[in-house]
């Protein structure tokens, strides 16, 4: 894997770690990283900084696929294998 996709996938996951929704254009190798919509429900000017970055997204789905956190047992199944 070359550099350039390792950096993004370091700032994926720093995104997800701080639960953000992402979205990867693969063409693009672009990220975008969104706060989840439960903060965007609430707040209006959260929802006015990404409204750019939500337009993007949802206006060219076929690019953009969103990459989802891993569930907490999922989490806990990769330690487990880990320590092993």
Do not use: W
Request: net charge negative; charged share 35%.
């Amino acid at each position: 894997m070359d550099e350039s996709k390792q950096n993004i996938l370091r700032e994926i996951v720093g995104e997800l770690d701080c639960d953000n929704d992402c979205y990867y254009n693969v063409k693009t190798n672009e990220m975008i990283a969104i706060p989840n919509d439960s903060l965007l429900l609430e707040d209006e000017e959260f929802k006015e900084i990404f409204r750019a970055d939500l337009k993007k997204v949802h206006q060219s789905k076929v690019g953009f696929i969103k990459i989802e956190p891993l569930e907490s047992f999922e989490s806990f199944k990769i330690l487990e294998q880990f320590v092993e």
